[in-house]
């Protein structure tokens, strides 16, 4: 059975870390990488390395902040800067570089790098949660309107749905992430149609996704799972294993994420 590797990876830096994507990418054998936090503008892409490599590439980056792009070797098709709807931040409001939609092998992959909220009762906060609620209601018209579309709402979603998604809950009281709003707000996705696929098969408590680079917190494994994987019903029938790659927050220069892999079927 034909597998497409679908991968997303909040790398923290995409110049700084652009050698250990690209080798990432061929250790693997990822067909699609969704990035987050590429912190560089689209004219300072590395773009050569990936294509070296045999990817295409697509971006969205406006500055040393935020930004998204998608690595593919099997297409890139009808892009889309922002998806409809999503909210801008500032006084005057300005659409963030933080998610980015392309079809990819046929599946639309969204690179998506949802608000941090920064603390609970700061504009920010309610940023998010208005970025979350718009992208909510538009990813399900998508597949309200077709039912078969294979879509993938994947990357840094900045909140940890279940008390074992942290190393420690009370450490987190009152703090953004783990609030009861934060955690509805991504639940509904659920409601909505998607199922959070890298969940299915990587069930276990206390595996994380990203740990600080403060106080020691990989060795000690205190970490957060806040990298996802929400697919559409057409999507999650065709996903037959996922893996979260610890070994990335390991040896020189690591992102403080590491890559979720889902592993998609061909479809019937």
Not at 134 to 145: D, F
Not at 192 to 203: F, K, N
Not at 218 to 235: C, H, K, Q, V, Y
Not at 239 to 258: F, L, M, N, Q, Y
């Amino acid at each position: 059975m034909p597998v497409m590797r679908l991968a997303t990876w909040n790398v923290n830096s995409v110049r700084t870390r652009v050698d250990r994507v690209v080798a990432f990418l061929e250790r693997t054998g990822t067909d699609v990488l969704a990035m987050q936090e590429t912190k560089c503008k689209d004219e300072q892409f590395p773009r050569e390395a990936f294509e070296a490599a045999g990817y295409e590439i697509v971006t969205s980056g406006f500055s040393q902040w935020n930004g998204v792009a998608i690595a593919s070797r099997v297409g890139i098709e009808d892009v889309q800067h922002a998806f409809d709807g999503q909210p801008g931040w500032g006084e005057d409001p300005v659409t963030e570089a933080r998610a980015l939609g392309a079809t990819c092998g046929g599946v639309r992959v969204w690179s998506l790098y949802i608000p941090n909220g920064r603390e609970v009762g700061d504009p920010h906060f309610d940023y998010k949660l208005r970025w979350l609620e718009a992208l909510q209601q538009e990813s399900r018209r998508w597949i309200e309107e077709d039912p078969t579309l294979p879509v993938a709402l994947v990357g840094d979603w900045n909140v940890a749905p279940l008390d074992t998604d942290v190393w420690d809950i009370a450490k987190f009281a009152g703090s953004t992430h783990v609030t009861p709003a934060e955690r509805d707000a991504f639940q509904a996705f659920g409601a909505g149609g998607y199922t959070e696929v890298s969940r299915v098969h990587v069930p276990a408590e206390h595996t994380y996704t990203y740990w600080d680079y403060q106080q020691l917190r990989f060795p000690r494994n205190e970490g957060m799972r806040i990298d996802f994987t929400w697919a559409s019903p057409a999507l999650a029938a065709r996903v037959t294993g996922a893996s979260i790659e610890r070994v990335e927050r390991k040896g020189k220069a690591p992102s403080d994420h590491v890559p979720v892999v889902l592993d998609v079927a061909d479809a019937a």
